[in-house]
Antibody, heavy 118, light 108 residues
Framework: EVQLVQSGAEVKKPGESLKISCKGS????????IGWVRQMPGKGLEWMGI????????RYSPSFQGQVTISADKSISTAYLQWSSLKASDTAMYYC???????????WGQGTLVTVSS | SYVLTQPPSVSVAPGKTARITCGGN??????VHWYQQKPGQAPVLVIY???DRPSGIPERFSGSNSGNTATLTISRVEAGDEADYYC???????????FGGGTKLTVL
């Protein structure tokens, strides 16, 4: 059974750093892309970027370039999304998602709620 | 960058047909995917490649795509269909995935 299991909810202060994770199982982790999607409270889905764990090819949506870092450790089938300095506006639910090249998202993680507040 | 435009809301009575549109420049030349998201849950794929249905999705869900508009059609709407619906494409010119703004389907 394919699963994407994300790390738990986080509460952070502005300026702090954070790294959240997404562990894949039940499939060849290096053969699919992992994307990250932001959903701010009461708002829609926003595509942040994508990584191919097989070779770490990473692409960022222009709105998120320079704001976050996407990485992956294929040895433990885990992808990451990290911030070096959080802002209150980073408060959101973050989903990881699996997709093959030129195909739709077929599996989603359960989401990680990040709350940034002083 | 490529923009997908959805109506913020659509309302329909039970048993009737709901149509949710997704507008984009020459979207008919792209493959459109649709996701359903219920409150507190992750999105679920309901239509892919314009009109294909994943296993487990009722036949009541269908899709079409032509010109500048893609459409998700839900026939014989049920209360359980009430959710937010998002269209999505891959924009080859920028090599990025793009979501529409989402449409809240309300079952009256």
């Amino acid at each position: 059974e394919v699963q994407l299991v994300q790390s738990g909810a986080e509460v952070k202060k502005p300026g702090e750093s954070l790294k959240i994770s997404c562990k894949g199982s039940g499939y060849s982790f290096t053969s699919y892309w992992i994307g990250w999607v932001r959903q701010m409270p009461g708002k829609g889905l926003e595509w942040m970027g994508i990584i191919y764990p097989g070779d770490s090819d990473t692409r960022y949506s222009p709105s998120f370039q320079g704001q976050v870092t996407i990485s992956a450790d294929k040895s433990i089938s885990t992808a990451y999304l990290q911030w070096s300095s959080l802002k209150a506006s980073d408060t959101a639910m973050y989903y990881c998602a699996r997709l093959a090249a030129a195909r739709p998202i077929d599996y989603w993680g359960q989401g990680t709620l990040v709350t940034v507040s002083s | 960058s490529y923009v997908l435009t959805q109506p913020p809301s659509v309302s329909v009575a039970p048993g009737k047909t709901a149509r949710i549109t997704c507008g984009g420049n020459n979207i008919g030349s792209k493959s459109v995917h649709w996701y359903q998201q219920k409150p507190g849950q992750a999105p679920v794929l309901v239509i892919y490649y314009d009109s294909d249905r994943p296993s487990g999705i009722p036949e009541r869900f269908s899709g079409s795509n032509s010109g500048n508009t893609a459409t998700l059609t839900i026939s014989r709407v049920e209360a359980g269909d009430e959710a937010d619906y998002y269209c999505q494409v891959w924009d080859s010119s920028s090599d990025h995935q793009v979501f529409g703004g989402g449409t809240k389907l309300t079952v009256l």
